[in-house]
């Protein structure tokens, strides 16, 4: 019985500390600034991180391109270096606005093979502008939310499919900024005619005659401690840097496995479909999947984690990074 009251108490006090040690606000879902070796413009929240491939497969309804484009059939564009982050709901949103927060966050980010990834100064930044995402929340620049009570990007709901996996679907509110998107189309044989920088439509208008816009962008994706899957279809319009202009039905699908070293625990909700998290990177792991040792002995010492050291009434905590 001694012990584990020891125990839970060493938890507290591991909990509390860390909390202080490293100044994160709980509300936030930020892991603690203090993890060596995390580049935290990518995964610096709590949750789940996927590496993978996405394809952009679009079949062009309206193409109005110059010669050097060849063909009408669809167009393929592969991302064989994508990130997708399903993480917890900021805090914020859930304290000030319980009703139209979404249950979780998406964040699919996609870049060319070869990028350099590492911050040229520190882990906050990095290759953001060559880096595109499709992201149901600003995942780089937002701690705290200006507004708790503004719509969201992409509206969700939840499903607790078993035991540890999860799912979700929603659309794209049309009451923001569409979404943008671009890639080059491998049809056209110059860099300037291939490139096309657009936007999935909504509600907004389209100058392009033969698109029809009738509901708008939807996603749905499927999670769990070992891969997952996600899939947006829409409508895209676009122009090229020569002023080609492109439209036509657009489907984003995203196929990837559990970065185990940079993700957090998920585990089953029993009392919802929300998805949660055991928060580990940071407290009691590290990018190298160091665990806290636990050594009960006659003394009553406990040992949990690296480095910081506390002794209440008998119990010795060490913890740290």
Not at 157 to 186: E, M
Not at 263 to 272: A, E, I, K
Request: charged share 15%.
């Amino acid at each position: 019985m001694r012990c584990r009251a020891w125990l839970l108490l060493a938890a507290l006090l591991q909990g509390i500390l860390a909390s202080e040690e490293v100044g994160t606000d709980p509300l936030t879902n930020l892991r603690p600034d203090n993890v060596t070796g995390l580049i935290y413009y990518l995964y610096r929240w709590t949750g789940s991180y996927y590496n993978g491939s996405t394809t952009i497969r679009l079949q062009p309804q309206d193409n109005i391109q110059s010669s050097t484009c060849v063909g009408q059939g669809p167009i393929v564009v592969s991302f064989n270096s994508s990130l997708l982050a399903v993480t917890q709901t900021n805090g914020y949103l859930l304290q000030e606005n319980p009703t139209g927060a979404n249950p979780l966050a998406f964040n699919l980010k996609l870049w060319l093979e070869g990028l350099n990834l590492l911050p040229s100064e520190n882990m906050n930044d990095g290759s953001t502008e060559d880096i595109q995402e499709i992201s149901s929340v600003q995942m780089n620049t937002k701690d705290r939310p200006d507004d708790p009570t503004a719509a969201p990007p992409w509206k969700l709901v939840a499903s607790h499919d078993a035991a540890l996996t999860y799912s979700f679907q929603g659309y794209h509110n049309p009451n923001v900024s569409a979404q943008a998107l671009r890639f080059n189309n491998t049809q056209c044989a110059s860099l300037p005619l291939a490139l096309y920088n657009g936007t999935l439509l909504g509600n907004q208008s389209s100058v392009l005659s033969n698109l029809s816009v009738t509901t708008e962008p939807r996603v749905r994706g499927i999670f769990s401690n070992e891969s997952a899957s996600l899939e947006i279809k829409g409508i895209y319009q676009g122009y090229s840097e020569s002023g080609s202009a492109l439209g036509g039905n657009v489907t984003i699908v995203f196929n990837g496995t559990i970065d185990e070293a940079r993700s957090d625990r998920l585990m089953s909700n029993t009392l919802g479909s929300a998805p949660v998290w055991e928060s580990t990177l940071g407290y009691t792991k590290t990018l190298m999947g160091e665990t806290p040792v636990v050594h009960v002995g006659a003394g009553n010492v406990l040992g949990v984690g690296w480095g910081l050291r506390a002794c209440v009434l008998g119990l010795v905590v060490f913890w740290g990074l």
